[in-house]
């Protein structure tokens, strides 16, 4: 019994100090549109781009602060200004399509969310 009031105790004195403590413990969050997009078959030498949308539904400014694509082959431009609770940002990926085959590339796109990082994914086929 004294442990089960202790640990009440000790929670109720946590949430008040978190609450009292004048800290701003909250993040951003992405609501993506897609995080994957297929490309389908394109043709060599035809540099192809896709445009991957998201909302800030968090309470804060949404800041991404890096964006990495996973090669050479694909360059990423992202939405540099901080993103408000409610509004829309973007991060676009082109894939060079130099090569004949098929390919999966990926985007980390690093930002001030809980989890810190999120992963979009383009792949499709190059052809003759």
Known sequence: ??????????????????????????????NWSQTTYDFGKVKVNNPVTHEFSFINVGEVPLVITSVQASCGCTVAKYTKDPVSPGSSGFVTATYSAAKVGVFTKTVTVNANTEAGSVQLTIKGEVVE
């Open 1 to 30: 019994m004294c442990a089960f009031v202790f640990t009440i105790q000790a929670q109720n004195l946590a949430s008040n100090t978190k609450n009292t403590s004048g800290l701003n413990a909250e993040f951003s969050f992405f």
